[in-house]
């Protein structure tokens, strides 16, 4: 079984920073991707930003020149660096972690989701 816990949300004025973290940590083989969502009320969830094992990335257009998406491979954990913040951003971020999981007799394909974050920007 493998778990998310996220960290790093809050509340922030617009033109301001955050990082959030994501660490995974359980009976994991191997991650292939990482990534985050949000959602925001009466929306869709939507992706973020996703960065494979190898270090490639791939973020939103909304966000791209603001977020930056990285991991730490040894803590199985991603990172997302969130600046200059608009009211537009808030919502609630979810990390999502794709891989493979290793039971005592075998190997299964696992995708996991966080508990969420709260993001406010608002002044």
């Known amino acids: 079984q493998v778990q998310l816990v996220e960290s790093g949300g809050g509340l922030v004025q617009p033109g301001g920073s955050l990082r959030l973290s994501c660490a995974a940590s359980?009976?994991?083989?191997?991650?292939?991707?990482m990534g985050w969502y949000r959602q925001a009320p009466g929306k869709q969830r939507e992706l973020v930003a996703v960065i494979t094992n190898s270090g490639i990335t791939n973020t939103a257009g909304s966000v791209k020149g603001r977020f930056t998406i990285s991991r730490d491979n040894a803590k199985n954990t991603v990172y997302l660096q969130m600046n200059s913040l608009k009211p537009e951003d808030t919502a609630v971020y979810y990390c999502?972690?794709?891989?493979?999981?290793?039971?005592?007799?075998?190997?299964?394909?696992?995708?996991?989701w966080g508990q969420g974050t709260q993001v406010t920007v608002s002044s």
């Open positions: 999502n972690v794709d891989g493979v999981a290793k039971s005592y007799v075998s190997y299964s394909r696992f995708n996991s």
């Open positions: 359980g009976s994991i083989f191997s991650i292939n991707a």
